[in-house]
């Protein structure tokens, strides 16, 4: 079942989806020096959970 954009809230707010371009886009501004491909590799390799992934961007 697709992610309903109008249905947000704090889980919505604490994970990421890598295969929704706007998210990926969102932390591509967050980490400019990073590539999509490193984003999503972050994502994968981190979790879902957005603070993981900005430890592991900035850990790397």
Known sequence: MA???KN???Q???RVDS???SEVE???Q???AKTHQEIK???KNAGPMRQDIINYL???
């Open 8 to 10: 947000v809230g704090k």
């Open 3 to 5: 992610d309903d954009k």
């Open 12 to 14: 919505d707010d604490i």
């Open 41 to 43: 590799d972050a994502i």
């Open 26 to 28: 969102y932390l591509h």
């Open 19 to 21: 295969q929704d371009p």
């Open 30 to 32: 967050q980490f400019s």
């Open 58 to 60: 900035q850990g790397h």
